[in-house]
């Protein structure tokens, strides 16, 4: 592990967009989305609600929290919660309306 300043920060790509945003490891998707001027659909930022849920297309999230809405499937599928999910290499996201 990389101590907390010596992490890397990764890139998040929305498909289909040309916007890359930096998303620190230690800093939700969500927030990074956001910070980065993405809209986002978002509620609880629990991972309760499933508002904010996407698809990953490429990389790879990891979560400190459980989540509730999402089904075992649903993650083989490439669905992931970003107000809850921190980033574990770049990505490349599909947003909501998929």
Do not use: N
């Not at 790509?13 to 980065?36: F, K, Y």
């Not at 083989?76 to 490349?92: H, R, T």
């Amino acid at each position: 592990m990389y101590p907390t300043t010596q992490r890397p920060s990764f890139t998040a790509r929305i498909d289909g967009e040309a916007l890359a945003i930096a998303t620190p490891p230690h800093q939700t998707l969500l927030d990074s989305l956001e910070l980065g001027g993405v809209d986002w659909p978002s509620s609880c930022r629990e991972g309760t609600c499933g508002s904010c849920m996407g698809r990953l297309k490429q990389g790879r999230v990891r979560y400190d929290t459980q989540w509730f809405v999402l089904s075992d499937q649903d993650v083989e599928d490439g669905l992931v919660l970003p107000c809850i999910a921190y980033p574990e290499s770049d990505l490349v996201l599909e947003g909501s309306s998929f």
